[in-house]
């Protein structure tokens, strides 16, 4: 098979991956936070009831999170880099990551949690969640690691648009969303991103929607 020479984009037009960034670090506080309250729970060996239910809801948002960021990469970032790159680019590895990660596992964990909180069903959930998380923190390392670096030197900008426009249509609640990104990104990293025009319309945005959020996480997250 030929293979076609794509070249790669001048530098002034590289794509800039900080979106990408980003959302691993939010993947990775969000993987931490709950495997961490998950195993308090259980060394607690109970939760009051109303504790575990949004503890619960808050499992399955990080969940969706986590699947709709690897459905752009499955279904947009690999088909992309793949024609950029040519039929020599190997991805089976990091796709086979994604189906190998227990996402299933952890929603039953997190449900029967919700609905008897004990610290059989705490346990359960807490090593799920920690075996998730390790998983997780290598494989975004390796994406960081291989995948960034072809995506700056092959894709244009505008392919890399149409990534981050997937990116952006998870369908969860913008309140958690962005209270989440807000928490790890300096105002520096969110102009780079957004512009600065934007970035200030998300502020106000944030402004409004941060202290329900912070009340909600405090709920599912905090002291037992």
């Given at each position: 098979m030929t293979q076609v020479h794509h070249p790669s984009p001048p530098a002034d037009r590289t794509p800039d991956t900080i979106g990408m960034l980003i959302a691993h670090r939010v993947l990775t506080?969000?993987?931490?936070?709950?495997?961490?309250?998950?195993?308090?729970?259980?060394?607690?060996?109970?939760?009051?009831?109303?504790?575990?239910?949004?503890?619960?809801?808050?499992?399955?948002?990080v969940i969706e999170a986590?699947?709709?960021?690897?459905?752009?990469?499955?279904?947009?970032?690999?088909?992309?880099l793949e024609r950029a790159v040519g039929p020599h680019l190997d991805l089976?590895?990091?796709?086979?990551?994604?189906?190998?990660?227990?996402?299933?596992?952890?929603?039953?964990?997190?449900?029967?949690?919700?609905?008897?909180?004990?610290?059989?069903?705490?346990?359960?959930?807490?090593?799920?969640l920690s075996a998730l998380q390790d998983a997780l923190v290598e494989h975004l390392a390796e994406e960081e690691r291989m995948v960034l670096p072809l995506v700056e030197e092959h894709l244009s900008v505008q392919d890399w648009a149409t990534v981050e426009r997937r990116a952006g249509q998870s369908g969860l609640p913008i309140s958690f969303e962005l209270t989440r990104a807000w928490a790890v990104t300096t105002h520096e990293e969110r102009v780079r991103l957004l512009g600065p025009v934007q970035a200030r319309l998300m502020g106000l945005l944030h402004g409004l929607v941060a202290r329900r959020q912070r009340r909600r996480a405090q709920l599912a997250l905090g002291a037992t």
């Open positions: 506080a969000d993987l931490a936070a709950v495997t961490a309250a998950a195993g308090a729970v259980a060394r607690a060996g109970a939760s009051d009831p109303r504790r575990a239910t949004a503890f619960a809801a808050y499992v399955a948002h986590l699947h709709h960021h690897h459905s752009v990469e499955d279904d947009v970032l690999w088909p992309l089976t590895e990091l796709r086979d990551d994604h189906a190998d990660l227990d996402l299933d596992g952890v929603l039953a964990a997190a449900t029967a949690f919700g609905a008897a909180a004990d610290e059989s069903t705490a346990t359960a959930l807490a090593r799920r």
